[in-house]
């Protein structure tokens, strides 16, 4: 009978050092999220807002895309190569992006006359453009995407907008 006792006596104490420790354990990994949820700092919002962009024009007057895309709200760095040779009142080449419901034709008979200006015409109708370019140069302009939707680019020089045009898209 005494040993029948001891047993179960050592047993219920085995029963509530296990308990025991098994708490203790709980409460040790119930303090681990609250450590986790301090605010993590974020350093890819910045990179994630910009985006870079190469135009290409040649001297058999193309560029080299005829669609851009880019996400509203980026700042767009875009640059224009000129890849040829030929100088640039035979060759001129610019990017110019058009206001939504500009008609370009019209548009570019206006740039005819405003080779002062490097064909870029009186008015708001160009969003941003660069300078013009002969073979071998190049410009960076920086701005910010406009409000999402289609918009057209052309190269304003006399008669280069019929082959070099394409669609800059906001998403
Ligand atoms: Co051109």
Redesign the pocket.
């Known amino acids: 009978m005494k040993h029948t006792i001891l047993l179960m006596i050592f047993a219920l104490l085995a029963t509530v050092a296990c308990n025991n420790s098994a708490d203790t354990t709980e409460e040790g990994s119930s303090d681990t999220p609250m450590e986790n949820a301090a605010p993590s700092p974020s350093g890819e919002a910045s990179a994630a807002n910009t985006v870079e962009i190469e135009l290409q024009?040649n001297d058999q007057?193309q560029f080299d895309k005829n669609e851009i895309r880019v996400k509203a709200g980026q700042k767009v760095t875009l640059t224009l190569k000129h890849t040829g040779k030929m100088a640039k009142a035979a060759?001129?080449?610019n990017f110019v992006l058009l206001k939504q419901g500009t008609d370009m034709a019209a548009f570019a008979q206006q740039a005819i006359a405003a080779v002062d200006n490097e064909y870029i015409p009186e008015g708001d109708a160009a969003i941003v453009h660069t300078k013009l370019l002969g073979g071998g140069e190049s410009d960076t302009i920086t701005f910010d995407a406009p409000a999402a939707g289609t918009y057209d680019y052309i190269?304003s020089?006399p008669g280069?907008y019929a082959l070099?045009k394409g669609k800059f898209i906001v998403e």
């Open positions: 024009g007057m060759m001129g080449h190269c020089f280069h070099m």
